[in-house]
């Protein structure tokens, strides 16, 4: 499905895990750092430490600049 084929985009595109791109896609469709990690029943500190791994990977330093460089990569992979 759509989700897993996003998931695996993301993996390939950034070397993410599988666990930071589920938390990426969740960010890219608007959910905070707290309903991600209650709803996947993590700790907020084990949330944020994948989070600060995606930063480091992708070159960015902000949640807003991470959700940016996702949509600017989409778009330029398929063109709207």
């Known amino acids: 499905p759509y989700t897993t084929l996003f ?3 993301l993996m ?3 070397a993410l895990t599988r666990a930071e ?3 990426t896609k969740r960010l890219v469709a608007g959910e905070s750092l707290a309903e991600i ?3 996947l029943g993590r700790s907020r500190h084990t949330t944020r430490a994948q989070l600060t791994a995606i930063f480091s990977k992708t070159g960015v330093n902000r949640q807003p600049q ?4 996702v949509l600017r990569t989409a778009q330029q992979i398929w063109g709207e």
Do not use: G, H, N
């Open 7 to 9: 998931r695996s985009l």
């Open 12 to 14: 390939e595109l950034f």
């Open 21 to 23: 791109a589920v938390l």
């Open 37 to 39: 990690s209650t709803s």
């Open 66 to 69: 991470q959700v940016a460089q």
